[in-house]
């Protein structure tokens, strides 16, 4: 199994972790998204979209997109919930980290990380709509110590790649204290990784 990624993306840290958590073994294949590496014909042969992270199984199929990869990868486990409710309540969260959190939170972090002045007239609006999500998931998180259920799941993987960094992205955390608490649960995982920790595979 090798996993396509970009060290610093909460898209790709998201399965790096689930992957730490589950104790299986992969080969990474580090790519600069910078330098046109997803843009090749190789890899959109891999993925049309040419986008990170992508996972290749042994027999060369391939599967695209963070939280698709994720729900692969958790089925069977503890990171999957067993009953139909709570799996749709897991979709539910891993839809709005993609639909509300992430095109917020990631590209203001994005922006302040790699990019010029240029963009930075973005910034405010993003603020605005990432600051939204959160207070979503801090009133979620005032009776509540995982996203679903009694222990975490990949819903809790999915939301917490981009929250923990949010800071990078001028959002100050201390304004959602459940959120912090939220983090600082998720960071004592045993087979927990930083977004910085190079794979040894």
């Not at 294949?29 to 049309?48: C, E, M, V, W, Y």
């Not at 309540?89 to 891993?94: E, G, N, R, S, T």
């Not at 240029?118 to 979503?136: C, F, I, M, Q, T």
Request: some cysteine; aromatic content about 12%.
């Amino acid at each position: 199994m090798k996993l396509y990624d970009y060290l610093p993306s909460g898209n790709s840290y998201k399965v790096r972790l689930l992957l730490s958590y589950l104790g299986m073994e992969y080969t990474h294949i580090p790519i600069d998204i910078h330098a046109g590496d997803t843009q090749t014909r190789a890899f959109k042969s891999k993925n049309l979209a040419g986008q990170i992270p992508l996972l290749e199984l042994g027999d060369g199929r391939c599967i695209a997109e963070s939280n698709a990869i994720l729900f692969f990868l958790a089925e069977g486990t503890p990171y999957w919930p067993l009953n139909v409710f709570d799996q749709a309540k897991c979709l539910q969260w891993m839809f709005f980290e993609q639909y509300k959190h992430e095109p917020s939170i990631a590209v203001a972090r994005f922006i302040g990380h790699y990019a010029t002045d240029s963009r930075a007239d973005e910034l405010p609006e993003l603020r605005r709509k990432g600051n939204e999500a959160l207070r979503v998931m801090e009133r979620h998180l005032q009776d509540q110590v995982w996203f679903i259920g009694n222990q975490p799941t990949i819903a809790d993987i999915a939301l917490y790649a981009y929250s923990h960094v949010a800071d990078e992205g001028g959002f100050d955390l201390s304004n959602y204290p459940n959120v912090l608490s939220w983090l600082d649960r998720m960071s004592d995982h045993s087979k927990h990784i930083r977004i910085t920790d190079k794979p040894k595979g």
